[in-house]
């Protein structure tokens, strides 16, 4: 009886040791050389967290202070974490800055891999803490703690990008976009200390712009530039939509010149990085983006996309000729379009006025959905021996429609055409005149020299202007800005049209205070009507108005035939100059 348990116990530890040796092959560690080379990929597991990046050397740099601690809870790291977590919430509601500071240290000792931490933490610091602050200073110091504190999570998590995204985001927007913007903006360029404490990350000249100094969206444009390097160079992990990841750099640029354009007067410096925003957004446009279903398309692909869609189409309707004709113009009747609509969608797009593209488009939104039945019905009609064939190209259609429907959706999600119209007209010399005539007349507004300044000639009794004021230097900006809008219509609508408007708006009442009334031959009135029509309520008088108002100009001073003066001296000469004081204030009248 005794010998058969010895031999059981035999039995059991040769099946450990025999176990033993493929656990210990499948768990053998990789090993390195002496230059540091891998000269052992290992065994099954440490090549599976190696693929996965799973393994701590993988995931972060190692920390000998993180590992111990993680040990010294015993199994309890989660309770840790939980109870870390609530003292942190409770020293930010009681303010109690330094003590929460110390937490969160120990905090990400215990979770150095979790996002999650160093998201909602450093959002705490720079969003939350510097809000109970009244001094824009204390604030500043606190959105940086912030993130100064996300790049400590660069340590931990080197290989994810959605570290160097948070921070491209709080250097960017936080600091840029906040109600203290520009003071944040100012003490950015000029802490040098924080520039040398991120220098390790980003090389301050890279962000440094000449003449304006150091700009935070450029820094962030840098911080992007480091995700798209990581996932792209460096095969790391993407967690966002590819459309959302690849704009984030390029848009960067764009900010970065919008906000240098509100705080100084344009320059060729600003019409660059607008021109470099133009680059980055078309390359923005030739990137191959898939979506969630696994359609890969480019933003600027609609057109290519548009002209393969009506070659497939011609083809299809070869196998049943004149029949998409008549299915067009029944779904036309069906929709119950008056004569007059039926008339714009056939006049040609460059024929039709601005009011007849906005009705136009309108229109054809509406059709559009009934035009997407059009190709089935197309297909039923074609003869059966034939159908096997066409099939094939219905089916193109068909993929076609889904990348035109899907480059559309991402288009007006990024606002991808507002964007380049934008980027490119900004670099141009006419709206950088426009911009700066902007800027001019704003800073004669807050001096509040409205009208020019005049001299009279002794020797002619002619008046001429030394120094323009703000109501004629915004006449000059709106027709230069006339002219842009001419050539970019998309710009109406849109931040650069409510920033237009915004001075409109200020131009109209110096108009009130001057006791000038609206031009009735305002140069931007077509911007004013389109906006109308789009039901942008501006609050400016448009074409309706002007003619309402006109029409009762027009009652109120009946012309009076009267004989040509021919006596040229000074009494005369003088009545002559009060008529055409008079004309010129004519000129300018109207208003609601």
Not at 123 to 138: C, G, K, Q, T
Not at 311 to 327: C, H, K, S, T
Not at 460 to 469: D, F, P
Request: avoid cysteine.
């Amino acid at each position: 009886m005794q010998s058969s348990s010895f031999v059981r116990k035999l039995v059991y530890i040769g099946v450990i040791v025999v176990l033993l040796i493929p656990v210990s092959l499948v768990s053998l560690p990789s090993a390195r050389n002496r230059q540091g080379d891998v000269a052992s990929a290992g065994g099954y597991l440490s090549r599976l967290r190696d693929d996965y990046e799973l393994s701590q050397a993988k995931l972060s740099e190692i920390d000998p202070a993180s590992e111990a601690m993680k040990l010294a809870s015993l199994g309890l790291r989660g309770v840790a974490v939980n109870v870390l977590w609530l003292q942190a919430l409770e020293h930010k509601r009681k303010d109690n800055f330094d003590q929460l500071e110390a937490t969160l240290g120990t905090l990400i000792k215990l979770q150095p891999n979790f996002i999650k931490v160093w998201e909602f933490q450093a959002h705490n610091l720079s969003y939350n803490v510097s809000a109970e602050f009244d001094d824009y200073e204390y604030r500043y110091h606190w959105v940086k703690k912030g993130i100064l504190f996300l790049t400590e999570g660069i340590r931990y998590n080197s290989r994810d990008h959605r570290m160097t995204d948070n921070l491209g985001w709080f250097t960017g927007s936080k600091i840029a976009t906040s109600d203290e913007r520009r003071q944040f903006r100012r003490m950015f360029r000029l802490d040098n200390d924080f520039h040398q404490k991120l220098a390790g990350y980003i090389e301050p000249d890279l962000y440094d712009t000449p003449e304006y100094g150091h700009d935070n969206w450029k820094m962030a444009y840098y911080w992007y530039d480091r995700s798209r390097n990581l996932v792209e160079k460096e095969q790391a992990k993407q967690y966002i939509s590819d459309w959302r990841f690849y704009q984030l750099r390029p848009s960067q640029l764009r900010n970065q010149a919008m906000s240098l354009q509100k705080e100084f007067r344009t320059d060729e410096i600003i019409k660059e990085i607008w021109a470099s925003a133009a680059r980055g957004w078309s390359e923005f446009g030739r990137q191959k983006l898939r979506n969630t279903l696994g359609v890969i398309f480019t933003l600027d692909g609609n057109v290519d996309a548009a002209q393969r869609l009506e070659r497939a189409r011609e083809q299809l309707d070869e196998f049943a000729p004149g029949v998409r004709a008549e299915i067009e113009q029944a779904i036309r009747a069906q929709m119950n379009l008056t004569q007059t609509q039926r008339d714009l969608l056939d006049k040609p797009v460059d024929q039709r006025t601005d009011m007849e593209v906005l009705e136009a488009q309108r229109l054809e939104r509406n059709l559009f959905q009934a035009y997407q039945q059009i190709d089935g019905a197309v297909f039923q009609r074609i003869p059966a021996e034939r159908q096997a064939e066409a099939r094939r190209i219905l089916d193109s259609i068909s993929s076609i429609l889904s990348e035109i429907y899907t480059i559309e959706q991402n288009q007006e999600t990024a606002n991808y055409r507002y964007w380049v119209a934008r980027n490119e007209a900004e670099s141009e010399d006419l709206t950088v005149s426009a911009q700066q005539k902007l800027f001019d007349a704003d800073e004669l507004r807050r001096r509040s020299v409205f009208d020019d300044e005049m001299e009279v000639q002794p020797e002619t009794g002619e008046r001429q202007v030394i120094t323009k004021g703000a109501i004629s230097t915004y006449e000059q900006s709106f027709q230069d800005w006339s002219q842009v809008m001419e050539r970019y219509p998309i710009l109406v609508s849109g931040s650069l049209g409510d920033d237009i408007v915004d001075h409109m708006l200020k131009y109209r009442q110096m108009l009130q205070v001057t006791q000038i009334s609206w031009p009735l031959d305002f140069a931007l009135q077509r911007f004013i009507d389109i906006r109308h029509f789009n039901d942008e309520d501006d609050n400016l008088p448009t074409s309706e108005d002007l003619a309402e108002e006109r029409a009762l100009r027009e009652e109120r001073s009946p012309k009076t035939d009267q004989p040509p003066a021919t006596d040229s001296g000074p009494g005369k000469e003088t009545e002559q100059k009060q008529d055409d004081q008079a004309d010129n204030n004519a000129d300018h009248s109207g208003g609601r």
